[in-house]
């Protein structure tokens, strides 16, 4: 099976203080502007819009299948998927009927992308032990399978963390078949993971080589057809912060103050660690470098990298990541959609022998 080229944008709904006046925008503000640029992703041609769950006052996306639905009432043709959602600390009953919902409002175009997550402020609020945070995830997500699989359920419950769902009447169903991605920071256990339930990987790209994530691309392939899933259904996809600008050196200059006030501010709780000089960034902008940044151009040969490397048919980019005024943000959107996606379709298409 051979996959057209799909380029994304992703949210956190991070609010970040002005660079300016250090004011904080209003929650209700900025979650308008979230839906202004997934409608104007999806005018321009992108082809997947992706909300990631946090749990924090300075994040406004606690719940991505609500804002997910409000941008499927203004959208047409865009596949809006979560990134992540957090499965270790959620019900998976409810999240399947989240998202089955969210289904049937877009018309068959919702996706779950699940995964630990890298922030662990939602397990003491639900009443979890982050002590369990690997086997609340493992268990879940079986379950979660269990529940897209058949209606009623056949799920007799995990040793600690899900109860009994045999027999049981889980509703709504979506228009087909729920694809759900496993999300991965690059741990080998969550390749492996993904391989071997035959599930489709989305690697998320912090800072890093473009390399960085080779051997555990390599192990999801071999669990994958380990466990006798078909290689050519396997699928892997990356998420990585950038900018594309009208110039290589503009698109550095405009996104490097708001990644950095990004970095530090959004990741506190992980120490001194993310106060990102600008060296730094530079050097993750070069094509060895983990950041999709650059003009059009640059940022296509990036993507044509990540693709030799990984065989990577999806990409995801952190637009704005530090809360970029929304008119540079959308800037970069109408570029992504307009100038690099039609491109990667092509060329991806030419290397396949597949229709564009």
């Known amino acids: 099976m051979t996959h057209s080229f799909e380029v994304g944008a992703i949210t956190f709904g991070e609010i970040s203080p002005d660079l300016t006046t250090g004011k904080l925008m209003s929650q209700r503000d900025r979650m308008a502007e979230i839906v202004e640029q997934a409608v104007v992703a999806d005018e321009v041609g992108l082809d997947v819009y992706a ?22 009432g203004r959208t047409k043709r865009i596949r809006l998927t979560s990134g992540v959602t957090v499965l270790g600390s959620e019900d998976p009953v409810r999240v399947f009927q989240n998202f089955a919902t969210l289904d049937l409002l877009s018309a068959g175009r919702a996706e779950i992308i699940v995964g630990r997550g890298s922030f662990t402020e939602s397990f003491p609020l639900f009443g979890y032990d982050a002590a369990d945070y690997a086997d609340l995830y493992r268990e879940k997500l079986d379950a979660l399978l269990a529940i897209r699989g058949s209606n009623p359920a056949v799920w007799p419950g995990g040793p600690r963390h899900t109860r009994d769902l045999t027999g049981l009447d889980i509703a709504p169903r979506p228009v087909g078949e729920l694809p759900i991605w496993i999300g991965s920071g690059g741990t080998p256990a969550s390749a492996i993971r993904a391989g071997s339930l035959g599930l489709p990987l989305a690697l998320g790209l912090l800072l890093g080589p473009v390399s960085q994530f080779v051997d555990g691309v390599a192990q999801y392939h071999e669990a994958f057809e380990a466990h006798g899933h078909p290689p050519e259904t396997a699928r892997v996809g990356i998420t990585a912060h950038g900018y594309v600008g009208a110039t290589s050196q503009g698109a550095r200059d405009t996104m490097y103050p708001y990644f950095k006030v990004g970095m530090f501010e959004n990741n506190h709780q992980r120490g001194a660690g993310f106060a990102l000089p600008r060296h730094a960034f530079d050097a993750q902008a070069t094509p060895g470098g983990g950041l999709l940044v650059g003009s ?4 296509i040969d990036k993507l044509m990298t990540y693709h030799e490397l990984y065989g990577v048919t999806r990409a995801l980019f952190h637009l704005g990541y530090g809360h970029m005024p929304q008119k540079e943000h959308l800037d970069a959107i109408e570029r992504l959609g307009t100038e690099v996606a039609p491109v990667m379709r092509r060329e991806l298409s030419r290397a396949t022998g597949s229709p564009a």
């Open 296 to 299: 059009s151009q640059e940022v």
């Open 51 to 72: 909300v990631g769950e946090h749990h924090r006052s300075d994040f406004v996306a606690s719940a991505p299948p609500v804002i997910l639905a409000a941008v499927a």
